[in-house]
């Protein structure tokens, strides 16, 4: 579907009845080859072409989706639509994005490869293939069982489109692999490890170092054992701080807050964090996954200080949430997260406090997005003298979420950029673990 289709669309629309509308056209394609051991254990390969509609009727909203994309089939869809969103209750707070504030064009974000099109199952295959060999070969002679290798890809054209003059294109790509290991420990247990590989372009991709990566690091976890609750010193590394840092972008979101369903209420221009804490929003970072121009009603993105030196700079607001709220709109949610760094990497956080536990998974748990309080299960390993020293297994991390970031330590410099949250290795002074 070309732009000038999506305005036809739009004004069946109109003339269904519809005072005002939004259009998201997606067209996409999606390929997964997986492996267990060397055996192909699952292809999946879907295409899928539809249209998204936001109505707005009489100062109500509705929202519908279709397939169906040829006019003898949209009309009465679209006519039925209209019909339905009348049922529903008036909600003044809905209509289009302030137009001052939407994207006008320009630039180019480099997040399609140019060769996507031409990458075939059989290509991802082998790179699936590839890896499972590397692994295999290692299986009898040591204490691997098994593996798991995937590929998969993804690419996207989307047009979306408003009754307000609002029209842009967005072509993306996306490849990933993985690998997946189980080990047989000397107690019987099996420790697993897992490592990504991805990238918007597929000549990037390494399934060498993917395979390496994920052996190595199951094997490091054989001969895990518990250490005493209390409190420690501790760094996070870079592939786990997202599971300290998407609580508190949610709880910065127009939803939560609206909602009372966020532990940060009322935190606006708030200094509630150490000055070294600084987390940023970099929607235009060329050849990065999350990357992009707009949001979803078309406010044009910027670059942002989430959390600029400790102080709440930024609410999540599409213009909906931001009439509820009575404050003007800014972005529906983040894009690419990043941190700014004050120290090295994660070695030379482990030197800098000598001794703790360097967190590296997490399994399971859960937190409260009202109180901010949370309890999750780690893995990782005790550290001296900046040193790991062996694998620690079943115990917990506790805290509130507010307190945890005010022990924050040090922020890395060794962001991991595989995909949209874009973060270092932190360490943080005496937490509780259990």
Same mark, same amino acid.
């Given at each position: 579907m070309q732009t000038n289709q999506v305005q036809k669309v739009l004004d069946f629309c109109r003339e269904a009845g519809a005072s005002d509308a939004r259009i998201i056209y997606n067209e996409s394609d999606q390929t997964a080859v997986s492996l267990f051991n060397r055996e192909v254990d699952k292809i999946h390969n879907a295409s899928d072409c539809s249209v998204f509609l936001q109505l707005f009727v009489d100062g109500r909203y509705g929202t519908f989706s279709t397939n169906m994309l040829d006019e003898a089939s949209l009309r009465p869809f679209i006519s039925n639509a209209v019909r339905l969103t009348r049922l529903l209750e008036k909600d003044e707070c809905r209509h289009l994005?302030?137009?001052?504030? !939407?994207?006008?064009?320009?630039?180019?974000? =480099?997040?399609?490869?140019?060769?996507? $099109?031409?990458? &075939?199952?059989?290509?991802?295959?082998?790179?699936?293939?590839?890896m499972a060999e590397a692994l295999c070969s290692r299986i009898g002679t040591g204490p691997l =069982?098994? !593996?798991?290798?995937?590929?998969?890809? &993804?690419?996207?054209?989307?047009?979306?489109?408003?009754?307000?003059?609002?029209?842009?294109?967005?072509?993306? &790509?996306?490849?990933?692999?993985?690998?997946?290991c189980s080990f047989m420990d000397k107690d019987g247990s099996r420790p697993q490890s897992w490592w990504p590989d991805a990238n918007v372009l597929f000549s990037k991709l390494d399934a060498d170092r993917c395979a390496e990566t994920a052996y190595s690091r199951g094997l490091e976890r054989l001969g895990a054992r518990r250490i005493n609750a209390g409190k420690y010193d501790v760094v996070v590394e870079n592939g786990s701080v997202a599971k300290f840092v998407s609580p508190l972008l949610s709880a910065l979101s127009g939803a939560s807050?609206? =909602?009372?369903?966020? @532990?940060? %209420?009322?935190?606006? $221009?708030? #200094?509630?964090? /150490?000055?070294? %804490?600084? *987390?940023?929003?970099?929607?235009?970072? /060329?050849?990065? @996954?999350?990357?992009? @121009?707009?949001?979803?009603?078309?406010?044009?993105?910027?670059? !942002?200080?989430?959390i600029d030196s400790g102080v709440v700079n930024r609410y999540f607001l599409n213009s909906y949430y931001a009439d509820k709220l009575r404050m003007e709109p800014t972005i529906d949610a983040v894009s690419v997260v990043e941190m700014?760094?004050?120290? $090295?990497?994660?070695? &030379? =956080?482990?030197?800098?406090?000598? #001794?703790?536990? %360097? *967190?590296? $998974?997490?399994?399971?748990g859960n937190h409260n997005p009202i109180t901010g309080d949370f309890s999750y299960g780690i893995e990782g390993f005790w550290f001296e003298n900046g040193q790991k020293q062996f694998p620690i297994h079943e115990m917990n991390v506790t805290g509130n979420y507010l307190e945890l970031w005010n022990r924050l330590a040090a922020v890395g410099n060794d962001p991991l950029t595989l995909f949209s949250m874009q973060l270092p290795s932190v360490s943080f002074e005496g937490l509780s673990l259990t």
């Open positions: 994005a302030p137009k001052e504030l !939407c994207y006008r064009g320009g630039g180019d974000l =480099q997040i399609l490869d140019p060769e996507a $099109g031409q990458v &075939s199952a059989e290509q991802g295959k082998a790179l699936a293939v590839r =069982q098994s !593996c798991e290798t995937e590929f998969g890809s &993804s690419t996207e054209h989307e047009v979306l489109a408003d009754t307000a003059g609002f029209c842009q294109e967005r072509d993306a &790509s996306f490849f990933t692999l993985s690998a997946g807050l609206q =909602q009372n369903n966020s @532990f940060m %209420l009322d935190s606006l $221009g708030k #200094k509630l964090f /150490p000055s070294r %804490l600084t *987390i940023v929003d970099n929607p235009h970072k /060329p050849a990065t @996954f999350g990357a992009r @121009f707009y949001d979803g009603e078309g406010i044009a993105t910027r670059k !942002c200080n989430v700014v760094p004050d120290a $090295g990497d994660m070695a &030379s =956080q482990m030197a800098a406090l000598g #001794k703790g536990v %360097l *967190i590296t $998974g997490f399994n399971g």
